[in-house]
């Protein structure tokens, strides 16, 4: 079959997915994947898709987180490297699938900090990512009160990866969320 699209992607989201706060992470992590792909010329399409289809199967079977979504996607006849990506974000916690692509590291570690980026703004005055400064995610960061749900390890982990600042990544997690910011509640 060829390459799915942005639309179908979508539908499938929404099949498996009525938790409003779910669509939101899925469009928030599409957002910064696509914003990651453009600053590196990387293919944004493949790469916001991946973004918006990651965590399909956490709604329905949390027990089976990612490899639900194998059994999903290879039945729908998606690209192995499409699944292959997919999976990966849950390595060393839910399989031992290693990110190894750009993109796979990308989804590694923008995943997790896309929550405590959005968790920063939701605390601030204006309830926004418009107004965030990655100083203040850098705060919250260490308080591992905040948002403790939010692996700090894993986004650790995928910085090293990426051989990245954790500094220069939120940055780039502001700047994505802030494009579909209206969208999100952000
Ligand atoms: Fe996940
Ligand atoms: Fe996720």
């Known amino acids: 079959m060829p390459s799915p699209n942005r639309e179908e992607a979508w539908t499938l989201l929404q099949e498996y997915n009525h938790s409003e706060a779910l669509i939101h992470h899925a469009l928030a992590v599409e957002a910064v994947m ?3 792909a453009r600053k590196q010329g990387a293919d944004e399409e493949i790469w916001g898709l991946i973004g918006l289809i990651h965590d399909l199967d956490y709604e329905q079977f949390p027990e089976v987180h990612c490899h639900k979504t ?3 996607l290879e039945e729908k006849g998606w690209p192995e490297e499409y699944i292959r990506a997919v999976v990966s974000h849950g390595w060393g916690l839910c399989n031992e699938v290693e990110p190894v692509t750009d993109l796979e590291k990308n989804l590694y570690a923008l995943d997790e900090l896309t929550g405590l980026v959005g968790a920063a703004a ?4 204006s309830k926004s990512v418009r107004d965030l400064e990655p100083s203040s995610v850098k705060k919250k960061w260490k308080q591992k009160s905040f948002a403790a749900g939010v692996n700090r390890e894993v986004i650790e982990k995928g910085a090293q990866m990426l051989g990245e ?9 502001i700047l994505g969320l802030r494009q579909v910011a209206d969208r999100i509640g952000l």
């Open 34 to 36: 696509r914003y990651r």
């Open 70 to 72: 194998k059994m999903i």
């Open 122 to 125: 939701l605390v601030r005055p």
């Open 165 to 173: 600042d954790l500094e220069v990544l939120i940055q780039d997690v």
